[in-house]
């Protein structure tokens, strides 16, 4: 049986003095009698009891903790990097970054110039004449400077090739102070003629042979600029021209190419294939 708690009583016999008109004065009989009627009344309890018996707060029920997921018991159960091999981390770090630094250079990537005028040199069969390095054998030889010893420039070695030796048969052609003498055309062979070339497959020819084959020096700025404009005309970038050879005759020299005249007037100039040099000033003759 549950206790009335005595303070409870009390208040409840105030209530019930004010309302008869009571002073009070029998609120320890009349709790006295209530503890007495409540214990002797069995098991029923006053709205008032049961009331403060459902405020006192009660234990929650103890919640069920969740199973560990498979993965996570997986992690904590996992060998873990001991704290000592932290250490190497950053000597690792700096030998990765030392290894990867040495591939970072960039790779050697063949000038498309080079490898454009190879492929002409070849494919038009000069390479059959004079041979796949230059080095001669029923044509003359352009390997160890022997190319432009006799062609001090190249618009008079373009000229050769595109009307070929039988329209000069007989003539000297070329530098006369080359070692071995003056070359007369016809004399070893019948060089023949190119016509069906465009102004910048024939340059690029004779860029191969004087250049690469040749051994001739690149490094002069109208040299440099007219490799620089071959390219631009092989990518597309500056438009390619058919053979003139009228124009070609008018800018040789007529001292290394026969039927040259070298009148070329100032806009002409610019048009003629080969390096140009400064104005007031000569391309300088290897």
């Given at each position: ?20 008109g ?43 903790e ?6 996570v ?13 932290m ?13 990867f ?84 055309a016809?004399?070893?062979g ?89 104005e ?7």
């Amino acid at each position: 049986m549950t206790e009335i708690p005595e303070h409870l009583l009390k208040r409840s016999a105030a209530r019930r003095g004010k309302s008869t008109g009571d002073d009070g004065g029998g609120a320890d009989a009349s709790a006295s009698t209530a503890v007495e009627a409540s214990a002797s009344s069995g098991p029923a309890q006053p709205p008032a009891v049961v009331q403060a018996a459902a405020a006192i707060p009660r234990d929650p029920e103890p919640v069920p903790e969740k199973p560990v997921p498979a993965y996570v018991q997986a992690s904590l159960e996992r060998k873990k990097m001991p704290m000592w091999a932290m250490g190497i981390i950053p000597f690792c770090a700096l030998l990765w970054a030392y290894s990867f630094a040495g591939t970072m250079q960039l790779p050697d990537v063949e000038d498309p110039l080079f490898v454009e005028s190879a492929a002409l040199y070849g494919s038009q069969g000069c390479a059959g004449c004079h041979g796949g390095g230059g080095g001669g054998g029923v044509g003359y030889q352009f390997s160890d400077g022997e190319i432009y010893a006799t062609f001090p420039e190249p618009i008079d070695q373009i000229v050769h090739i595109v009307r070929g030796s039988a329209a000069i048969a007989g003539e000297e052609y070329g530098d006369s102070a080359r070692p071995g003498g003056v070359r007369v055309a016809g004399n070893r062979g019948v060089m023949p003629n190119y016509p069906s070339l465009t102004q910048n497959e024939l340059e690029l020819i004779v860029f191969h042979e004087r250049a690469t084959l040749g051994g001739e020096d690149t490094s002069a700025p109208e040299y440099q600029e007219w490799m620089e404009h071959m390219r631009e005309v092989a990518e597309g970038i500056l438009p390619d021209h058919e053979i003139d050879l009228e124009l070609f005759l008018a800018c040789a020299n007529p001292e290394f190419t026969p039927g040259a005249t070298g009148d070329v007037s100032e806009d002409d100039a610019k048009k003629c294939p080969g390096p140009h040099a400064k104005e007031g000033e000569e391309v300088a003759a290897e």
